[in-house]
């Protein structure tokens, strides 16, 4: 096969509604005064898509009615291929239920498995949405810490014990692979998560968004297919999002194996009016399992460039900067970058980012108050882009030093 596809080429995003480009959209968050910003923030990447991808697309485009549809025939086979031959989980097609997206289902199964006032675990720092959902509810946020050891991010196993045994707490979300901080959880943390979790009577709602996207030397253990006991006692929430660069089409896959819960959770995508909980939307459906089926080849090229990317990021800013600490990245494509050797105050350090040095990152602290002092920068996009705001980085804070 050809392999068609340029991840040096930049595409040009403006005049997309991207959320991550336009220009709008970056003045309000970054309020630099600036018109234009590298913007390596939104968890989306630079790059086309497979042409698979597109050739599915316009092909249903073709057919010029797009009514209600039901399940796609070629989405569940080829979901669960992928997954049989990616992650050595046998998903029942039974089991997969559709949202449109992993923050939706989210918000659906807190709403459902659990009261307002109740508690729901996070591990920050991570991905800001969840602490978002859990409020936005009327529940209430229990942190379990990361904590670094030997310049590893690790969970606190001793304050999840503690942490779960308050009655209050009734779910859990792993995320896995770690966003931002770009851990691979191991098979032995996730057995240790897994039992506290149930000795707690904790319900687990796996979010492995990332789960493709697996740096080399390393490999991406899917919670619920560790024992039938992960499995009944969590909620799985896949995409194939993330990995194929489809965030916009709104698809995502929810695996719950236990039948009562299953049907539980049907009910509330249902009752919140999403007519296809068994097949999701009509592009989104296409999309993803035209990528399962035929993007394998263009997923191994770009785990190579993104691990490329990440080490010349890696390379370049502890070279130029010293006292900046670029974190291993094991999964997914954003990289957690901490800037407190440097000695600059918060405000400082933001200031100097997106007014001398002009880029858009997204700012530590919005992952918790453990990530305060650090940026997560996305290095999905050519790699020309990434220098020119890596040397935009060094040029501002050499300026300010
Ligand atoms: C861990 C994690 N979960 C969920 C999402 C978003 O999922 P969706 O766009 O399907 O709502 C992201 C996007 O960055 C993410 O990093």
Redesign the pocket.
């Known amino acids: 096969m050809t392999r068609d596809w340029n991840f040096d080429e930049e595409v040009d995003r403006s005049c997309t509604a991207s959320m991550k480009w336009e220009p709008e959209v970056l003045s309000r968050v970054f309020g630099s005064g600036r018109d234009t910003l590298v913007p390596l923030w ?2 989306d990447m630079d790059f086309k898509c497979h042409p698979a991808v597109r050739h599915a697309m316009e092909k249903r485009l073709a057919h010029p009615i797009y009514g209600y549809s039901l399940k796609d025939p070629a989405y569940l086979p080829a979901l669960i291929s992928w997954y049989k031959r990616r992650h050595q989980w046998e998903i029942d097609e039974q089991w997969v239920l559709t949202t449109p ?6 918000n659906y199964i807190i709403q459902r498995f659990s009261q307002p006032g109740d508690k729901v675990l996070i591990q920050p720092p991570v ?1 800001y ?1 969840f602490a978002r959902s859990i409020l936005n509810n009327g529940r209430q946020v229990a942190e379990n810490p990361l904590k670094i050891a030997d310049g590893h991010y690790r969970m606190d196993v001793d304050d999840l014990q503690e942490k779960t045994r308050d009655p209050r707490v009734k779910l859990a979300i792993l ?1 896995s692979p770690h ?1 931002p901080v770009g851990r691979v959880w191991t098979r032995q943390e996730l057995d240790t998560f897994g039992r506290i979790c149930i000795e707690n009577q904790v319900r687990v709602i796996a ?1 492995e ?2 789960c493709d996207l697996i740096m080399p030397g390393f490999k991406h253990v899917c919670f619920a297919s560790m024992s039938d006991a992960f499995a009944h006692h969590s909620i799985t ?1 896949l ?1 194939a ?2 990995t194929f660069n489809l ?1 916009g089409l ?1 698809q ?1 896959s929810i695996i719950v194996s236990d039948p009562v819960l299953r049907q539980e959770l049907y009910t509330q995508i249902e009752n919140l009016g999403f007519v296809n909980a068994e097949g999701g939307t009509l592009f989104g459906a296409v999309a993803a399992a035209a990528a399962y089926n035929e993007a394998e080849p263009w997923l191994e090229d770009l785990i190579v460039y993104l691990h490329d990317n990440y080490t010349y990021l890696k390379t370049f800013l502890e070279t130029e900067l010293p006292g900046v600490t670029v974190y291993e990245l094991q999964g ?1 494509y ?1 990289v957690w970058v901490d800037f407190n050797g440097l000695g600059l105050a918060e405000k400082e350090r933001i200031r100097m980012l997106e007014e001398q040095a002009g880029v858009g990152l997204d700012h530590g602290d919005w992952f918790g108050a453990t990530g305060r002092g650090f940026e997560r920068i996305n290095i999905a996009c050519p790699r020309s882009i990434l220098a020119r705001a890596a040397e935009a980085i060094v040029a501002g804070i050499s300026q300010f030093s």
């Open positions: 939104v968890a997206g992993v923050v939706p289902a989210v991905y949405p995320c966003n979010d968004i990332h929430c995409a999002s993330k965030a709104q995502s997914t954003l």
